[in-house]
């Protein structure tokens, strides 16, 4: 029942928050404090509250603990761990909430030793300050010039707090260092993000899709240090990636895959909350996922590049791209993709939507309805039959909610391509 409550509590609250984001620059400008003591007050309330209908955690704890028993999480699965040792000291709630017991993990070494470091004593609690504590640092110190509405968006966002403080999501990590990859471009450190965007990658590999603003900030920069730059970069971006994956074999010598064939196995074998795969089995067509948006999202921008005159064309073009939330889209798309939406995986996207110089509604509710993902057939006590099924009218229902975000986002482009045809018309005529 708490559960439920506290559910329908994020989506009434992240309604209301979808509401603010249409408000003026001027509303928070004027209640700038209140917006910042509301997003803090947010996180600690979930300091405090149990995982809603999430068992990650679980696992998050248990590799934690094997860390600092030098034992390998790549080598040993829970189930094997327990078949060794019937008479272990680990705590039966998080025994009885490890998903996939008969697997090794999936998550990367820096990750593992993050673990390690804030869930001693089985601690939800740490590990949830530790996020508050590096993400308050990271934000303020890499964006305190910058503190306008978009940032206020991202901080009170209610689904990003939920998921973070409540559910204990580490993709707060990859945002982490998603603002210090940005500082550091913006700031021309093509080394130190070379680093941070190794280690944005070693955490999460959903994260290549940050790659793109190298582009304007690294390879459209100065042509005659191209070369050069372009391999400070490369070696920086691999000690950023592979440094973790040597301390780890400092500690355990064991070679091991690093989790690489688990991923693999996991997605040829795994499929959740797939939003249009309804309307791909009513077509009697192969699930094609977003395909079909994403090639046509990708032809609108080509076409968009050509119409732009040439003179300063690479400037226009990251213009436009920044104004019509080029990146943040590409991301969603390429997510999208994958056989699995969980929920959290999009949080990623939210940095996207913060630095972006337009703010529109658009991309915080295609974020927002996965939440209902979660409604599960067996939480609606409805028959299923396998636990993760999700009915057809809940996939339906996020599925028309994004088609139509994304007709919508459509339609803008094609005006500015009709307009951009317009002038290029007017110009060879002139």
């Not at 998550?107 to 601690?123: A, E, Q």
């Not at 304007?216 to 994956?245: D, R, T």
């Not at 699930?287 to 046509?296: A, E, I, K, M, Y």
Request: aromatic fraction near 26%; charged fraction near 10%.
């Amino acid at each position: 029942m708490i559960d439920w409550f506290l559910f329908s509590s994020t989506i009434l609250v992240t309604a209301f928050f979808l509401k603010v984001v249409t408000l003026p620059n001027q509303f928070f400008n004027i209640h700038f404090k209140s917006l910042l003591f509301l997003g803090l007050g947010l996180r600690i309330l979930c300091l405090f509250l149990d995982p809603i209908w999430e068992d990650d955690w679980a696992r998050y704890l248990w590799e934690g603990q094997l860390i600092r028993n030098l034992i390998s999480p790549y080598e040993v699965s829970p189930s094997q761990f327990f078949s060794f040792d019937s008479h272990d000291s680990f705590s039966s709630e998080i025994l009885s909430n490890i998903n996939h017991p008969d697997w090794t993990t999936i998550y990367s070494p820096f990750v593992l030793f993050y673990f390690s470091l804030f869930t001693y004593g089985y601690s939800t609690f740490l590990l949830k300050t530790s996020y508050l504590i590096f993400e308050a640092i990271s934000i303020w110190f890499f964006n305190r010039s910058h503190w306008k509405k978009p940032i206020l968006l991202f901080w009170i966002y209610p689904v990003y707090t939920k998921e973070v403080y409540a559910n204990m999501h580490f993709e707060v990590l990859v945002i982490i260092f998603f603002w210090m990859y940005w500082y550091f471009l913006k700031n021309k450190k093509y080394n130190q993000s070379g680093i941070v965007f190794g280690l944005l990658l070693h955490t999460k590999l959903l994260a290549v899709i940050y790659g793109i603003f190298l582009f304007p900030y690294v390879f459209f920069h100065k042509k005659k240090h191209y070369i050069l730059q372009s391999l400070n970069f490369l070696l920086s971006f691999l000690i950023g990636f592979f440094s973790f994956y040597f301390l780890y074999l400092l500690v355990f010598s064991k070679f091991t895959d690093f989790g690489i064939n688990n991923l693999q196995k996991f997605g040829d074998s795994f499929t959740f909350n797939q939003i249009y795969e309804p309307i791909w089995r009513f077509c009697f067509s192969i699930n094609l996922r977003s395909v079909p948006f994403f090639f046509q999202f990708i032809l609108l921008y080509i076409y968009l590049y050509l119409l732009i005159p040439q003179k300063k064309r690479n400037l226009r073009f990251i213009l436009l791209c920044r104004k019509y939330h080029f990146v943040f889209y590409l991301g969603y798309f390429f997510l999208t993709l994958l056989p699995v939406y969980n929920p959290w995986y999009f949080l990623i996207l939210i940095p996207l939507i913060a630095i972006s110089r337009n703010q529109s509604v658009l991309p915080w509710i295609l974020i927002s309805v996965f939440q209902f993902s979660y409604l599960t057939n067996i939480r609606l006590r409805i028959p299923y039959q396998f636990f993760y099924e999700i009915s057809d009218q809940i996939l339906l229902l996020q599925a028309l909610i994004s088609i139509i975000c994304l007709f919508y986002y459509f339609s803008q482009i094609f005006i500015l391509l009709y307009n951009l045809s317009n002038i290029s018309n007017m110009t060879k005529k002139g």
